[in-house]
């Protein structure tokens, strides 16, 4: 048998597969391209330079607004002057010497070996003195009837029962206190009654026994003043001081000095409207009295 295989026979068959060959595409294709949009470009801005930085210290920085002025008080805490007022109300006629305690005193003017020993009357009491005024009540040996101090040497025992004795007058910081709460100074004098007291009067005073009267009033503050009344009972003054007799003076405290025959007030004529004395028709020799003196 001859071999089936012979060289030019599988030569032409190789030739012959070759020329029915078929290219076989990608099994994937390729993705189309798109052209991008365009990017828009950007407008350029200006930019502000950076402020500078100070360097200055705060003391050297000047405001735009420079604060305002402190506030200053528009009116001064007022000064009362040194005055004489008068006036009549309810059938009694008064006439205050009426003053600024800043700027004034009262001196208590005593007598030690009793009334009338050294000074028959508030003229003479008050020599060096702008005013002076009876003062407190006595004993008929003489003896002060309450506490008196001068020149810080006490006289006089403190009157802790009397009615006569409610009433402290502190010459030296010019102050009416009640005897419960009062403070030594070196010029006090304790009188009574108490007439006003914290704006309202006293009630059970004597509403007999018209008589000339002395007394010292008192705003609360600063405005200090004395004064005479030439007749009138105890409620009666009270009443009238509570009334407010003075223009321009606020009568907030009231005290009662000796009255009656003792009365006595004597302002100098270095005083505008001064240089008088009220005092009873029957004038009685006082203990002590109250002296007006520039501090």
Same mark, same amino acid.
């Given at each position: ?112 070996? =009793? ?8 003229? *003479?009491? /008050?020599?060096?003195?702008?005013? &002076? %005024? @009876? ?100 409620? =009666? ?8 007799? *003075?223009? /321009?003076?606020?009568?907030?405290? &009231? %005290? @009662? ?39």
């Amino acid at each position: 048998m001859k071999p089936f295989w012979n060289f030019p026979f599988i030569l032409s068959l190789i030739a012959l597969l070759g020329a029915c060959s078929v290219t076989i595409p990608n099994a994937r294709p390729p993705a189309p391209t798109f052209p991008l949009p365009p990017v828009p470009q950007a407008v350029p801005v200006a930019l502000s330079a950076p402020a500078p930085i100070s360097t200055s210290t705060p003391s050297e920085i000047t405001p735009k607004d420079p604060p305002p002025p402190p506030i200053l008080e528009a009116h001064p805490p007022q000064r009362h002057s040194l005055k004489v007022s008068s006036s009549s109300l309810n059938g009694t006629t008064f006439t205050a010497l009426t003053f600024d305690r800043r700027d004034y005193f009262l001196k208590v003017i005593d007598q030690k070996e =009793g009334p009338g020993t050294e000074f028959a009357r508030a003229e *003479f009491a /008050g020599r060096g003195s702008l005013a &002076a %005024i @009876n003062g407190g009540f006595f004993n008929p040996d003489g003896s002060p009837l309450g506490l008196v101090i001068t020149d810080g040497q006490s006289r006089g025992a403190f009157n802790s029962h009397s009615f006569l004795g409610t009433g402290i007058i502190d010459g030296e910081n010019t102050i009416l206190s009640h005897r419960t709460n009062y403070q030594k100074s070196s010029e006090l004098l304790q009188s009574g009654p108490r007439l006003v007291w914290n704006q309202e009067r006293l009630i059970g005073l004597s509403k007999s026994k018209e008589r000339p009267r002395s007394f010292v009033i008192w705003d609360g503050d600063n405005h200090f003043g004395v004064g005479y009344a030439d007749r009138a009972t105890l409620q =009666g003054l009270a009443n009238n001081l509570q009334a407010q007799p *003075f223009e /321009g003076f606020h009568i907030k405290y &009231a %005290i @009662n000095l000796d009255g009656g025959t003792s009365c006595d007030l004597w302002v100098s004529n270095q005083i505008p409207g001064g240089g008088f004395t009220k005092s009873s028709l029957f004038r009685k020799k006082a203990r002590n009295y109250l002296a007006l003196r520039k501090r």
